[in-house]
């Protein structure tokens, strides 16, 4: 349980996109194993050795992604990101109703993701509105084709019980351009200037070419 940034890869073998590339830009990279364990695994009461962890996770550049190895990979023990084992206590104990937009994005980019079950749902909605079918789903889930159809169609329902509870918003109709509109000019208001009469147009002119001669003076 105890693999720090010396170590390359991690033990577990959950899926996650915290990944171990950032090991290496960590603030205690390269440390010895004995020295590592004895700094960031205190006892509770080591007061002393918890406060030297947490300053020199205070200025590491990683310490989200460390943060994020230890939830997602379930290690309770040691300082991780900064945070002893009681303060991530609430991560771990909420973690399947973690929910964290870059994970969802990452998965859509192809990501080998472990998702949480709130992560989970919003795959599945989004992939309804995508238009995914249920054999697409059920690869990218590894989920029977029967299952991803059931769920695409559960997130069809819940699209459809908002818009009958909500109603569909229509779109704005755009205001046509040009003059005023017939109805418009009814209604001028009393000595309002209008404009003259244009003159009739002279028979000559075919009208099939809908133009109009200018008057000679």
Same mark, same amino acid.
């Given at each position: 349980?105890r693999h720090i940034t010396g170590h390359d890869k991690?033990?577990?073998?959950?899926?996650? #996109?915290?990944?171990?590339?950032?090991?290496?830009?960590?603030?205690?990279?390269?440390?010895?194993?004995?020295?590592?364990?004895? +700094?960031?695994f205190p006892l509770p009461r080591e007061h002393e050795? #918890?406060?030297?962890?947490?300053?020199?996770?205070?200025?590491?550049?990683?310490?989200?992604?460390?943060?994020?190895? $230890?939830?997602?990979?379930?290690?309770?023990?040691? #300082?991780?990101?900064?945070? *002893?084992?009681?303060e991530r206590r609430p991560w771990h104990d909420g973690?399947?109703?973690?929910?964290?937009?870059?994970?969802?994005?990452?998965?859509?980019?192809?990501?080998?993701?472990?998702? *949480?079950?709130?992560?989970? @749902?919003?795959?599945?909605?989004?992939?309804?509105?995508?238009?995914?079918?249920?054999?697409?789903?059920? +690869?990218?889930?590894? #989920?029977?084709?029967?299952?991803?159809?059931?769920?695409?169609?559960?997130?069809?329902?819940? +699209?459809?019980?908002?818009?009958?509870?909500? %109603?569909?918003?229509? $779109?704005?109709?755009?205001?046509?351009?040009?003059?005023?509109?017939?109805?418009?000019?009814?209604?001028?208001?009393?000595?309002?200037? @209008?404009?003259?009469?244009?003159?009739?147009?002279?028979?000559? *002119?075919?009208?099939?070419? %809908?133009?109009?001669?200018?008057?000679?003076?």
């Amino acid at each position: 349980m105890r693999h720090i940034t010396g170590h390359d890869k991690p033990t577990t073998g959950l899926r996650s #996109i915290a990944g171990t590339s950032w090991h290496t830009r960590a603030a205690c990279h390269g440390m010895d194993v004995e020295d590592a364990d004895a +700094v960031f695994f205190p006892l509770p009461r080591e007061h002393e050795a #918890i406060a030297e962890a947490k300053e020199l996770c205070g200025w590491c550049p990683v310490r989200g992604d460390c943060f994020d190895f $230890a939830l997602e990979n379930g290690l309770k023990e040691g #300082i991780w990101g900064g945070l *002893t084992e009681a303060e991530r206590r609430p991560w771990h104990d909420g973690l399947s109703q973690r929910l964290d937009y870059r994970r969802v994005t990452a998965f859509f980019n192809g990501r080998d993701v472990h998702l *949480t079950e709130a992560e989970r @749902q919003v795959v599945i909605d989004h992939a309804y509105l995508r238009g995914w079918r249920p054999d697409r789903l059920a +690869v990218a889930l590894q #989920i029977s084709h029967k299952h991803a159809r059931d769920l695409l169609r559960q997130a069809a329902n819940k +699209v459809f019980d908002r818009d009958r509870t909500y %109603g569909v918003p229509r $779109a704005k109709k755009q205001r046509k351009k040009g003059g005023p509109s017939k109805a418009g000019s009814a209604h001028a208001k009393p000595g309002a200037r @209008q404009p003259a009469p244009r003159p009739a147009a002279s028979g000559s *002119t075919p009208e099939s070419l %809908g133009k109009v001669e200018c008057p000679t003076s």
